[in-house]
């Protein structure tokens, strides 16, 4: 049997379909133009959540990447002004070796004592460097001179500060002055007190007491140890830093990369398809209009 | 025995007969682009025999009746299937344009702001002393405030409009019961309840207009009249000659939303939300149900993360320069209504959320410092605001049990809700349309007016016409003929 096809619905399917055509036809059009794969978030819901997703893991990657540089250039700063110290200490137990040599005179000792005197100011004033504004050897006091100028005395705190380089790990950035210069917390005015040794130092020159300089090097000497101890692991947490760094920014590439290929318009494929679509859309209208041109009534009368 | 002049009457009856069919196919051709016209065709029939002895003359012929090709069930299945689609495509085009708000590009939109806002606390972690840091801070919270409200807002719109969409569509559904009830009663006040084709095609295609209105049921009782209810089967529409008025009255106990009633006889039944398809019932839908569902979910989103940070801010110190007392603990950062009671908690939280101003007036009021006392450069707390961005948890179902996080991740879960949401609507739709049309064609096949049959038939019945007409010519070329000869007999 033959299906009836009336003249009022004949063309619907047909003006259906035109539509659908020319809408994903103006889709494919706006991914190009945007260059973005998801116009719509109900193009692709589950392909947008892990956009969604991704770029929630760049930025915060990209925040503890900015954490560990700031980390990063606290350090350097710290480790930069460890060796200035390092290299100081060296001059004061070479200093203290003068003051004990056999040759040693009571004018020659003053003078030495005069520049222990100048390398304990160096000490202080470095004691007392900012970094973008804060006192990098003040503990958690950041915003006060941690040394006395003249007496060296410390009203930083031993507060250690982190920052955040992963989800897990936190790295100290500071180097606490107490640590540095007394060895802790109660070490002020002690033996290991990288101050007091070095006026100790000057005094005894000064007195010719052979015996207070011995005491005054031999406790340089392990002040020494320490500053070096201190060095090596501001070294170990700045290499620690850098793995990190290039592990996050390496993880960010890869999940950019992955975004991007959801997030990103695909343009050999959506260009392929605009082609397609756009045919589709000629040969449709051809037909269209070249259907049901004609009915009986024209061949009559 | 037949005589010239009853012959005279059958040539009358072709005449009449191939008139009126001619009329009929003029009434199809004249309809050929009406909505749900069906084709009718003139229902012939022979005149009875006379009887002369007992011979049989047959008289001619007659037309007995005007007959439409239609079919009642398709008919009604395509009324089901335009509601069906006009309800999806309503809910479709309601949550596709709330959609936008939940978009991100990864510098704009929600999940991209809360990032910034931890990252900003994330920044100050890393400089505590720093004043512009601070504002940083507050700067990106009201950013991330802002976007909360926008998207909110969207959403308070998209479902007032709704809500209008009914108070409109509520008179027009009246309109079209009223026409169909008046239909109705037309119709079964014929002779032959059922003959009137013309009202019967108008009530179907007011019919079908209704149910892209409102979901509806639709019966046809012994005198041929429609019995409309709802989909639901809450309220009956119209029944027979009567149409039960519907009327929306904003309802002061839920923020003046359009309540939907069915004056029944004395009884008012209440059908808000008792209705499923058709753009009215959509549009009731996605006020009461689609769009609050998102609603909900951002309030607990934002007033989960704002009471956390608040409650973090509480738990640090501040530093020392700020002008409070240094060993403090911080205040809530941010302020609002937060009701963690009842169904839904957060309920308009949004709208009610800000930075606490004393804040705003004292960025030192964000605890940085994680022990009482310490110096400006203690971050610990400060380390842990940002951290929330990991630990942050959201009430998801909103009943104070159900806890996940991330908030990105939230975030994201809602946007792919409003995404699948919209695209399964946009599915429903399409498939619905698909079947309306295919439906069409159907009914169209059936009931259609087809130009070359009417052409066919208008041929068929000029012909029959011009017949009739020559066979009247004839019988009357025999009467002259014949008075001719009686009247030649009498003069002769």
Redesign the interface.
């Known amino acids: 049997m033959t299906m009836r096809v009336p003249n009022l619905l004949n063309n619907a399917q047909a003006q259906l379909d035109l539509q659908r055509i020319k809408q994903s036809f103006a889709q494919t059009v706006q991914q190009v133009s945007s260059g973005q794969a998801i116009v719509d978030i109900a193009d692709d819901p589950s392909g947008n959540t892990q956009v969604l997703g991704y770029q929630a893991d760049i930025s915060q990657n990209g925040q503890y990447i900015s954490q560990a540089n700031t980390a990063n250039a606290y350090l350097t700063s710290t480790s930069t002004l460890l060796t200035t110290m390092g290299n100081d200490l060296n001059s004061l137990t070479q200093l203290a070796q003068e003051g004990l040599g056999s040759g040693a005179t009571t004018s020659s000792q003053d003078a030495i004592a005069t520049q222990v005197d100048a390398l304990r100011s160096d000490l202080i004033s470095l004691g007392n460097t900012q970094e973008q504004g804060r006192y990098i050897f003040a503990g958690t006091n950041t915003t006060q001179q941690p040394f006395d100028p003249t007496t060296g005395a410390y009203s930083g705190n031993d507060g250690s500060i982190s920052l955040a380089v992963s989800q897990t790990a936190t790295v100290a950035t500071n180097v606490p002055g107490d640590t540095l210069f007394f060895g802790g917390a109660g070490g002020e005015g002690g033996d290991g007190d990288l101050l007091t040794q070095a006026a100790n130092l000057a005094t005894a020159l000064q007195a010719n007491d052979t015996a207070g300089i011995q005491t005054a090097y031999n406790n340089l000497q392990a002040i020494s140890d320490r500053v070096n101890t201190i060095v090596a692991d501001v070294g170990s947490r700045q290499n620690g830093i850098q793995a990190v760094q290039s592990g996050l920014t390496a993880f960010n590439n890869t999940l950019t990369t992955q975004e991007s290929s959801i997030a990103s318009v695909d343009y050999p494929t959506a260009i392929t398809q605009l082609n397609q679509e756009s045919v589709a859309e000629q040969a449709t209208l051809s037909v269209m209009s070249k259907a049901n041109q004609k009915t009986l009534f024209d061949y009559l009368g | 025995m037949s005589n010239l002049g009853s012959s005279l009457g059958i040539g009358l009856s072709g005449l009449q007969v191939a008139q009126a069919a001619i009329s009929v196919i003029g009434h199809n051709i004249a309809n050929?682009?009406?909505?749900d016209?069906s084709?009718e065709n003139a229902v012939l029939s022979t005149n009875p025999a006379v009887t002369y002895g007992n011979i049989q003359f047959g008289t001619g012929a007659t037309v007995t009746g005007v007959q439409a090709l239609r079919d009642q069930f398709l008919n009604l299945q395509l009324t089901q299937a335009l509601s069906s689609q006009s309800g999806a495509q309503t809910r479709y085009e309601g949550?596709?344009s709330v959609?936008s708000a939940?978009?991100?590009?990864?510098t704009t939109g929600l999940?991209?702001q809360i990032?910034?806002f931890?990252?900003s606390l994330?920044?100050l972690?890393?400089?505590p002393?720093?004043s512009s840091a601070r504002q940083a801070v507050l700067g990106q919270a009201q950013t991330m405030i802002n976007e909360f409200q926008s998207a909110y807002q969207v959403l308070t719109q998209q479902a007032a409009s709704a809500n209008q969409q009914v108070g409109s569509q509520v008179q027009e559904v009246n309109t079209l019961t009223s026409q169909i009830a008046a239909l109705n009663a037309q119709i079964s006040s014929q002779v032959d309840p059922g003959a009137d084709n013309d009202a019967i095609d108008q009530r179907q295609e007011l019919t079908d207009q209704l149910g892209q209105l409102v979901g509806i049921q639709v019966s046809t009782n012994s005198d041929n009249q429609y019995q409309i209810t709802l989909d639901s089967g809450a309220a009956t529409l119209v029944a027979g000659g009567t149409a039960y008025q519907m009327s929306a009255t904003p309802n002061a106990g839920n923020s003046n939303d359009y309540q939907v009633t069915v004056a029944t006889g004395n009884l008012n039944v209440d059908v808000t939300d008792q209705i499923q398809g058709g753009t009215l019932g959509a549009d009731m839908d996605l006020r009461d149900n689609i769009l609050p569902g998102y609603m909900n979910q951002l309030n607990y989103i934002a007033g989960s993360l704002a009471s956390q940070v608040n409650a973090q801010n509480e738990a640090g110190y501040l530093p020392?320069?700020s002008s409070a007392a240094t060993a403090a603990n911080g205040p809530a950062l941010f302020s609002g209504n937060f009701t963690a009671t009842g169904a839904p908690i957060y309920a308009n939280f949004i709208n009610t959320l800000a930075i606490n101003p004393a804040v705003t007036a004292n960025p030192d009021l964000i605890a940085t410092?994680g022990?009482a006392g310490?110096?400006?450069?203690?971050?610990?707390n400060a380390?842990l605001l940002?951290?929330l961005?990991?630990t942050g948890t959201v009430d998801v179902n909103g009943d104070g049990s159900l806890y996940t996080g991330?908030y990105?991740?939230v975030?994201?879960?809602l946007?792919?809700?409003?995404?699948?949401d919209?695209?399964n609507y946009?599915a429903i739709a399409t498939n619905q349309?698909?079947l309306a049309?295919a439906l069409?064609?159907q009914q169209?096949?059936?009931?259609?007016?087809?130009?070359?049959?009417q052409?066919?038939n208008?041929?068929s019945y000029q012909q029959a016409y011009q017949a009739a007409a020559q066979f009247i010519s004839t019988i009357s070329q025999l009467t002259n003929q014949l008075m001719a000869a009686v009247s030649t007999t009498t003069t002769t």
């Open positions: 050929v682009n009406t909505p016209y084709q949550v596709e959609a939940f978009t991100d590009d990864g999940s991209s990032q910034g931890f990252s994330s920044t972690a890393g400089t002393e720093s020392p320069n410092a022990t310490d110096g400006a450069g203690d971050n610990a380390l940002a951290n961005q990991n991330p990105t991740t975030v994201a879960s946007t792919n809700q409003v995404g699948t919209a695209q946009n349309q698909n049309t069409q064609t169209s096949s059936v009931s259609g007016v087809d130009l070359d049959q052409a066919a208008l041929l």
